[in-house]
């Protein structure tokens, strides 16, 4: 009977496994191909953000069904439904208890908050980037795997009174992650130090792939200087929160407005330009299909139709516009001539593109829907072609790039926009030490326990990387070890 139950349980559990990753599925293609779908889904059943949540809590419960299925695998034929939910409640439980006393006895620890290069705080390190070690250290493996670089920091300028007072405080640690699993090396680094080059994050799980392009080959992290904060306890809000989410900072540019007749929208570079001309001219292409398809395949009242016809013929005369514009404009693909682009900004502004609200069909069948004007730099809520938002994020990655080989790069108002951006965004994405993480982790930590958080290190636009379902990775380490500045047992966990 205990066999056979523990035979039901692991089936029911291997079916929500399926189902869990079957709608994970079906969330990211909804989220992922959004921006290119034609007519028919003008208005989506599920819009792309919250198919974006939906998959963030999909995921979460596949993890733990996964979970619940190992467990199930490593029971004995003794299981009882008794003896599994108490040993699950009781690990929950434990775990929790010792999460809750880590806060309430929680002694000093800092945040480490990337700042802009001219930010003028002392920088006590980086994330991203390429790593400085001694010329004859070997590029950290396991188990034959090279590992990707992703932090290094000065112990020198860190307080003296974290991880309970023990730990070196001369050199840096080097932090490398495997590319597919959570597993990492930290090299305490002393001497002489000089840039090394390894292993491209293009090449690593972590990398956050924006809309299934991969990064440049050989491409490092961003890197991005640190500086830090001292506090006693958990990180300050808004660590730990998303980007606008953390109550009293909320983002100031949740809704802002591209108009390309601003110089901060510009292109910068023969990459950035590439990025506009190719999302229009999908946009105008995908619209012009959208209002052929509705003209040909729904039965339409003569109202509607008439709607839809003087859209088409608005959106064609913006294609013409475009084509005009884009034939002036693709010498500057070449050899970019900032002068030349700018002056032709501005007509982006009226090409008119219109938005499709499809709703249902009438008890006659007849398609109701909705033609309202927009125009192609209209934000997602007015036009469904989603320009604006590819065009504004790949502005922000190329944008990033060049400011960081080179702050002059950009113009006086696209920089003030970014800089603004980037340190909102730093607020959230800050690195931690000895402070009792936000998320929820095994391993145990703490003053009662014998570990202290090394590092934490969360998922970060600034840096273009994701950890586990858009979390933290948290290293933790033996007090006495670190005590020892023996830094080769520590611990890496994935927080939910």
Known sequence: MAKSLRSTLRSYV??????????????FLIWIEAPSRGARSSTHLIPPHLALMGLKYVGAVWMILIGLAYLLRQKTDTITADTLVRDIIENEAKTARMQDEAVKNAGPSVSLIPVLPNHGAEQVG???????????????????????????????????????GVGPRTGSIAVFVHPEMAAVKVLHVEGEVLRRDGVSPAETRW???????????????????????????????????????????????EHERLRLSNPAYHPF???????????ADEGLTRRIASISAFLTEKKLKDDTRAALVDLEQKVLRSRATFEEIKTELLPCLQTFNLNSVSARMPDFDQLDVGNIRYLKNDADGYAVIEVQDAKLTDPFEENDLRFSYLYLHRLKKAAMTAYLDDPASLSPEARDRFEQMWSFDALHERGGMSHPPKGFIYTPYGPSSPNEILLELPTSDLLGWIWGDMYSIVLAIPREDLAKGDFGSVIADITN
């Open 207 to 253: 990398f956050r792939n924006s809309f299934g392009e991969t990064p440049k080959t050989g491409a490092y992290f961003p890197q991005w200087p640190v500086a830090i904060e001292e506090h006693v306890g958990a990180l300050p809000a808004p660590s730990g929160y998303p980007s606008g989410k953390a109550p009293g900072f909320p983002n100031p540019f």
């Open 126 to 164: 980086w994330f991203g980037g390429a790593p400085r070690l001694p010329r004859a250290t070997a590029w950290p493996e396991i188990e034959g795997t090279p590992l990707c670089f992703v932090a290094q920091i000065d112990l020198s300028k860190l307080p003296k009174n974290i991880w309970s």
């Open 269 to 279: 570079d023969a990459e950035s330009l590439a990025y506009l001309l190719r999302y």
């Open 14 to 27: 291997m079916m929500g496994v399926v189902i869990c990753f079957v709608a994970a599925m079906v969330l």
